[in-house]
């Protein structure tokens, strides 16, 4: 069982930045990966970016490349998500979550943290 804990939401501007970390404990496999997930009022949990936990390997989804890193500290067993150049359609519930296998499934999450971009 793996605990994830998201920190660094808040309020900011459009064009504005902000980091999120999330704390992982418990037995983290090295063939795992971890994530970051949003969910707007009104819609679905989508999928932000990813991170295999040996290799580093990181993924993102289209609408966030470029303006958004996510990285992951081995040692700490943390990962960040620095997000630049926010927009007023980043605004959501983010999630952080955990995977054993990076081919599987998401099957641990953290509690989520809000991220409000306004224009």
């Known amino acids: 069982q793996v605990q994830l804990v998201e920190s660094g939401g808040g309020l900011v501007q459009a064009g504005g930045s902000l980091r999120l970390s999330c704390a992982a404990s418990g037995r983290i496999l090295g063939s795992g990966a971890m994530g970051w997930f949003r969910q707007a009022p009104g819609r679905e949990r989508e999928f932000v970016a990813g991170v295999t936990w040996s290799g580093g390997y990181t993924y993102y989804a289209d609408g966030v490349k470029g303006r958004f890193t996510i990285s992951r500290d081995n040692a700490k067993n943390t990962v960040s998500l620095q997000m630049s150049s926010l927009k007023p359609e980043d605004t959501a519930v983010y999630y952080c979550?955990?995977?054993?296998?990076?081919?599987?499934?998401?099957?641990?999450w953290g509690q989520g943290t809000q991220v409000t971009v306004s224009s």
């Open positions: 979550g955990y995977k054993q296998d990076s081919r599987g499934k998401y099957d641990s």
